[in-house]
């Protein structure tokens, strides 16, 4: 082991999904983009869902009635709540498999390529990091861009033909 504290990693399953990664991979990639983020304790849980779902989520959370590829909650304590109160919990993301799907069709991808990238993006969102100014897109960006390099898949933001559509 490296020594770099790690997550442990929940996969739920909410969509019948067969040419979703397994378990294992999902595991992988969130353990990855952990890791090159310097590590963290915690829980992470990460849930496939169908487009549904996500719309859902997508609308009551963040104004977009429309499915989405990935959306990121990381845990915020009830006020009052002790901190030692719960084992440390990082939160969930949440990833569409249809929406995944459709997009490595449209931008040319593998879908475990692609799936790696969001479950990459979602676990740093939950990290703090996000794509809403240039300097801050371009530190995550390099981390996912890292993280992938080392799991074996090609930059994802120079490798498709399609504009990649993450919302902030």
Same mark, same amino acid.
């Given at each position: 082991m490296s020594g770099i504290p790690t997550p442990s990693v929940e996969v739920q399953w909410a969509s019948d999904a067969p040419d979703a990664p397994d378990e294992s991979d999902l595991r992988a990639w969130a353990l990855k983009a952990t890791e090159v983020a310097g590590g963290v304790v915690g829980d992470i849980t990460v849930r496939v869902v169908d487009d549904d779902e996500i719309r859902a989520l997508n609308r009551d959370f963040r104004g977009k009635?429309? +499915?989405?590829?990935?959306?990121?909650?990381?845990?915020?304590?009830?006020?009052?709540? +002790?901190?030692?109160?719960?084992d440390p919990l990082l939160g969930d993301i949440v990833i569409s498999a249809p929406v995944v799907r459709r997009e490595a069709a449209e931008q040319d991808?593998?879908?475990?390529?692609?799936? $790696?990238?969001?479950?990459?993006?979602?676990?740093?969102?939950?990290?703090?990091?996000?794509?809403?100014?240039?300097?801050? !897109? %371009? $530190?995550?960006? $390099?981390?996912?861009?890292? !993280?992938?390099? %080392?799991?074996?898949?090609?930059?994802?933001?120079?490798?498709?033909? $399609?504009?990649?559509?993450?919302? +902030?």
């Open positions: 009635d429309k +499915p989405t590829n990935v959306l990121s909650f990381p845990f915020e304590a009830p006020e009052g709540l +002790p901190e030692d109160a719960l991808k593998t879908l475990d390529a692609h799936w $790696a990238h969001m479950v990459t993006h979602g676990v740093l969102h939950l990290l703090g990091y996000d794509h809403i100014e240039d300097e801050d !897109a %371009e $530190a995550m960006e $390099a981390l996912e861009v890292r !993280a992938l390099a %080392e799991l074996g898949y090609p930059d994802p933001y120079q490798s498709c033909n $399609a504009i990649m559509e993450l919302d +902030p």
